[in-house]
């Protein structure tokens, strides 16, 4: 299929003598995503779903630091750079200069970005008092779930360029939470004037952003519009137009795309990859995910408290099978707990065999000759990380039972399944996490920490030897030193083997072959800045 | 005529109450809360648990908890969504009219081919006509809806490029809703091309919508005519010497519609409970779609408010069709 729009266009018995809005100049370029839903609003800080992100944060905000795009470096965003004193409690951020905000027609910028931006956009989800906080709902579960109430002690502005954040103790990773979409820095004089006008509720439904694209039109569960912003501080995006056609099945958005409909879509069903691949007009990236899928064992419930169970346990499953039955050939094996993506993986580690004659032997040592009998609690819904926990337990529950464990497959319905995995019930089961700020700590101490025991810690997994070098991590922004502290963390955790890592998914994103530079987000989501498209 | 509406309007009252309440009992059955939905694999810690608990009002007794719903929805409020915190008549509003855009024109597609091929069989009964246009409309009916409008993409569509995949209208068109009803928009925005194109989006959604519909009222007016024709009064209108096409269309039909009426009004309820996957599939901005997706994340708001205004819809266009009874057959309107 030679022609694009123009076909699908007078197929549908249109001339194309339609660009958008005013006829604009006739080389206008328009990118359309077919994206999988509506945002839940457009201020990033509300809300928790990557859909509301891409429609909000990764076009129209920036933070103070940023992900370079395609990878999980942190990069200078709207600060140029920034101090970490000597103890590791004060952050000191150098704010860029002549930034400029959008232009809508209910705002009309009166300064470029500064200090009191960064002020107002952490005040208002930090300060219970502060006029903005309980406006739109007022929960601002990112800014939570990152514990930064705890964290920050105090927010401070030294001049018109120079905001301090001092912490409560030192933490490394907080700088890579700056970098979060939650941390999307919003106008401070926009946020006034709404005040004022009685209408405060507009600064979360009518964006107003540094970012490269401002929002035009939002029409809920049909379209969303961007105009490319001509005075980006990183400079005008190379395509004029962006906009999200929402269509949310995911097959559709396949047909869409072969009929030129659309330029970008995420989330493939799986069963349309091999069609995909085939696709001369379409080009099928693809991208290990930011995310791990394991079966956890409850460390604290005999027989799991014993590490050789554990590890029998671990060397009985044949985890190939697994990536070829359940992941369809999109995963590939896991044996940390961080996916290769992110930095600090160790690369050394050497993963527990398929063995299921070493297994049963070390299970004999164990003092279970005869195996036992246990659980395998199965998620009832489908993750990234796992397309199919049930299909995925029966493998397991069939490779067990040639080392003589009979395990029983349990499940509940999501909540529930959660509620109860939490407060430890289970003796083995499924789960997976995908990664918030790409920095280890993210996934070492939110899953395998001492304090997070009784919450997403559901192996109840608490080692001295691996807290203590996730906490000296935590507390040195060095990196080098970081990186080694956690490599050594990944080696103990294979020691101990909490959880048999099963894989990390791999990503799909089918593009016309039109579009030029897209890459792939480790973070799940989809930036169009830097995106062009071939004439 | 006035006491018939009276006396009909007085059994709303009831069926209101009996919607809020199957509604609000059968959401709260549901396991698991918005609170848990949303929090995912991350959690939330107790203490922050109970502060949304408290803010969503689910500290309180459920029996409180309804009531205070009532009484909102007595007062015209039926509360802001939990995920988007905006109003749900706003969002309601915002979206009925492509759902109601879709519906009439499925239904309309649904009688101008059903009845004619209702018509068409019970004149031809027994013959290969008959039996053509009665398996056409079996099948029909069989059909699952999202396979079937996969399949009308696919050909239609992908293959054949005649009709646009999904949507209401081409993105490449820029038109502020203002009555919300595309086709009107699109007319009114004076945009050359963007009626057509609104119209072009329309044409698969709506096959696939009035398919299962269109088969029943087919199914629906064979019978119901073939039963008419063996009556006396058409052989005396024959007998007089009426052409056929008298006595089928002014004799017969006339008569044979009061049960397809009845059908076609119950086929309201279909028709939304049809547009939840049509629009899904289609990408139609309705309301089927955004109950569906408030289900998924617990928004007990919107599935109350939406639930509710659709049964307040379904009671009304059943209303209407009692009444059209009294306008084709005057007898009924003098029953008590």
């Given amino acids: ?535 | 005529m006035l006491g018939f509406l009276l006396r009909r309007l007085g059994d709303v009252i009831p069926t209101f109450f009996g919607v809020t309440i199957l509604v609000f009992l059968m959401i709260h059955l549901i396991p698991s809360d918005p609170i848990q939905m949303m929090a995912g694999e991350r959690g939330v810690d107790p203490a922050r648990y109970a502060e949304l608990q408290k803010e969503f009002g689910f500290d309180k007794p459920l029996v409180v908890q309804y009531f205070n719903y009532l009484g909102g929805v007595l007062q015209g409020d039926l509360g802001k969504s939990f995920v988007t915190k905006r109003p749900v008549i706003e969002e309601f509003t915002t979206l009925f009219p492509a759902t109601i855009e879709l519906s009439v024109m499925g239904i309309l597609f649904a009688i101008i081919i059903g009845l004619p091929l209702g018509v068409i069989a019970a004149i031809n009964r027994g013959k290969w006509l008959d039996h053509l246009t009665m398996s056409l409309s079996l099948t029909g009916y069989s059909m699952p809806i999202f396979w079937w409008a996969l399949l009308l993409i696919m050909f239609f569509s992908t293959t054949l490029g005649w009709t646009p995949v999904s949507g209401r209208l081409s993105v490449f068109y820029y038109i502020e809703p203002t009555t919300g009803f595309m086709l009107i928009d699109t007319l009114l925005s004076g945009e050359k091309g963007a009626f057509t194109s609104a119209l072009s989006h329309l044409i698969l959604p709506t096959i696939a919508l009035g398919t299962i519909p269109m088969a029943v009222i087919a199914r629906m007016t064979r019978s119901s005519m073939l039963e008419v024709l063996g009556e006396e009064y058409i052989r005396v209108a024959r007998a007089k010497g009426l052409t056929p096409m008298r006595v089928i269309m002014v004799h017969a039909l006339r008569n044979a519609l009061i049960p397809v009426i009845t059908v076609i009004g119950l086929q309201v309820g279909v028709l939304f409970a049809g547009a939840i996957l049509t629009e899904t599939i289609f990408s139609w901005p309705g309301i089927g779609k955004w109950i569906v997706e408030a289900l998924n994340r617990r928004d007990y708001p919107t599935i109350q408010g939406g639930i509710l205004m659709i049964a307040f819809v379904v009671m009304g266009v059943n209303l209407f069709v009692d009444l059209m009874y009294g306008v084709i057959n005057p007898r009924i309107r003098h029953k008590r």
């Fill in chain 1, 1 to 535: 299929m030679k022609a694009n729009f123009v076909k699908a266009a007078i197929g549908a018995g249109l001339l194309a003598a339609t660009a958008l809005a005013a006829p604009t100049a006739a080389s206008a370029k328009t990118l359309v995503y077919c994206s999988e839903g509506s945002p839940e609003g457009f201020n990033p800080s509300l809300y928790t779903a990557g859909t509301t992100f891409d429609a909000s944060s990764r076009q129209v905000f920036n933070r103070l630091v940023q992900f370079k795009r395609g990878t999980t470096t942190i990069v200078p965003g709207l600060a140029t750079s920034w101090d970490v004193s000597a103890d590791g409690q004060e952050y000191t951020f150098n704010l860029r200069k002549g930034v400029k905000f959008h232009t809508t027609d209910a705002f009309t910028p009166t300064r470029d970005f500064n200090a009191d931006d960064v002020i107002f956009t952490f005040m208002r989800q930090f300060d219970k008092n502060h006029p903005y906080h309980g406006v739109s709902g007022g929960s601002y579960e990112y800014f939570n779930g990152m514990s930064m109430p705890d964290l920050i002690k105090d927010i401070v502005k030294v001049d018109d360029y120079t905001v301090k954040f001092v912490l409560n103790r030192p933490e490394a990773p907080f700088i890579a939470n700056m970098a979060m979409d939650f941390a999307s820095v919003l106008s401070a004089e926009y946020a006034d004037k709404m005040m004022e006008a009685g209408t405060p509720e507009n600064v979360d439904l009518n964006p107003v952003g540094t970012g490269p694209f401002q929002l035009v039109q939002y029409q809920k569960d049909a379209v969303i519009r961007y105009k490319a912003f001509p005075e980006y501080w990183e400079g005008k995006a190379a395509i004029d137009n962006l906009i999200f056609a929402i269509t949310p099945d995911s097959t559709v958005r396949y047909q869409k795309l072969k009929a030129g409909e659309c330029h970008v879509m995420p989330y493939p069903n799986p069963a349309d990859l091999t069609a995909m691949d085939a696709d001369e007009d379409v080009n099928l990236l693809s991208q290990e995910g930011l995310n791990v899928g394991y079966l956890g064992y409850n460390t604290e419930k005999e027989p799991f408290t014993d590490v050789k169970v554990r590890k029998a346990l671990t060397m009985a499953i044949n985890k190939d099978a697994i990536i070829e039955g359940v992941y369809q050939g999109a995963g590939a094996p896991a044996k940390n707990p961080i996916p290769p993506t992110i930095w600090s993986y160790n690369n050394d580690t050497v993963d527990d065999p398929y063995d299921p004659e070493a297994a049963k032997a070390l299970l004999a040592e164990a003092g279970y000759p005869d195996g036992f009998k246990t659980d395998i609690w199965a998620m009832p819904v489908q993750r990234p990380y796992n397309p199919n926990a049930r299909r995925m337990a029966e493998l397991i529950q069939a490779d067990w039972a040639k080392i003589g464990v009979q395990a029983e497959i349990v499940s509940y319905e999501w909540g529930e399944y959660l509620e109860r995995t939490k407060n430890g019930e289970q003796g083995t089961f499924m789960l997976g996490w995908t990664g918030d700020n790409g920095d280890p700590d993210n996934f070492l101490a939110v899953l395998l920490g001492c304090d997070a025991v009784g919450g997403s810690n559901r192996a109840r997994f608490c080692n001295d030897e691996f807290e203590q070098l996730i906490q000296q991590a935590k507390t040195t922004s060095d990196v080098l030193e970081r990186t080694r502290l956690y490599e050594e963390a990944q080696v103990v955790f294979k020691r101990e083997a909490p959880w048999a890592t099963i894989a990390h998914s791999i990503v799909f994103e089918p593009i016309r072959n039109e579009v030029v530079d897209y890459k792939i987000d480790p973070f799940g989501g989809h930036i169009f800045y830097g995106v062009d498209i071939k004439e």
